[in-house]
């Protein structure tokens, strides 16, 4: 359950720094994240549901589920991510008008950016505080969830540049796909899993394993974008 909300949850932060790394076009980038916000406010919440509710039956793991209410992680998501888009966007629309653009930009953007940072390694400081012992006392379970997701990234950036490629897309704007699509919002997935199934709950584990998997992992990512580049986009 703890993968299946990791692999729904689609990228929304980190995916711009990769983009930046391996030479990708930024506002293309933006414009992908923008839409992948929106898309997890609308959907998140049926596809986790409907994954974790309904798929399991159809392998025959009904014995083994838990019946989640579909408001709980409806919940989950306004909360988490619907709230802060929601003040952000207000703040884009009303602040502009009363202390200007040119103040917007410049002064109240990069005074409150630093948030997310901050409240990321809070949030992870915590995390770990609980599950860092877990961690070190459970290696082989860290290596059952860093291989799927290992397969995962691994796959569905090859596929998605492969893909664009194929469509002749350029490499910048091939690279802002590639790494939206393999790149993974881990905070939304452990804020639904702690609110679903509480901070020590083994999908609250699998969230706190993500991103140390996927950090090394979209590096590595970042090189071979750059190899493919000079493979098959050279002048």
């Known amino acids: 359950m703890g993968l ?11 995916v711009i720094v990769w983009n930046d790394l391996a030479g990708g076009n930024r506002e293309y980038g933006a414009l992908l994240v923008a839409f992948n916000s929106i898309f997890q406010l609308l959907t998140y919440s049926t596809y986790a549901w ?15 589920m838990i019946d ?3 408001s709980d992680i409806a919940y989950s998501v306004i909360i988490y991510l619907g709230i802060p888009f929601a003040f952000g966007y207000a703040s884009s629309v009303i602040l502009p008008r009363f202390k200007g653009t040119d103040w917007y930009n410049r002064r109240f953007i990069p005074a409150i950016s630093p948030m997310t940072l901050y409240a990321l390694l809070f949030t992870i400081i915590i995390m770990f505080s609980v599950k860092g012992e877990s ?3 459970l290696p082989f379970e860290v290596m059952t969830i860093a291989i799927p997701l290992l397969i995962y990234f691994i796959f ?3 596929v998605s540049f492969i893909c664009a490629k194929s469509l002749n897309v350029p490499y910048d704007k091939n690279t802002a796909i590639s790494f939206t699509a393999t790149g993974n919002n881990f905070e939304l997935a452990i804020a639904v899993s702690i609110a679903l199934f509480g901070i020590h709950s083994p ?3 699998v ?4 991103p140390l998997i996927e950090v090394p992992a979209l590096i590595l990512l970042v090189k071979l974008s750059q190899f493919l580049k000079h493979r098959f986009y050279s002048a």
Do not use: K, N, Y
């Open 203 to 205: 999908q609250a584990f």
């Open 50 to 64: 409907f994954f974790i509710s309904i798929v399991p039956d159809w392998f025959g793991l009904q014995s083994t």
């Open 135 to 137: 961690i070190m006392q």
């Open 156 to 158: 569905m950036f090859l």
């Open 68 to 70: 989640i209410p579909f």
């Open 4 to 14: 299946i909300l990791i692999g729904l949850a689609r990228c929304i932060a980190m």
């Open 207 to 210: 969230g706190v394993i993500g």
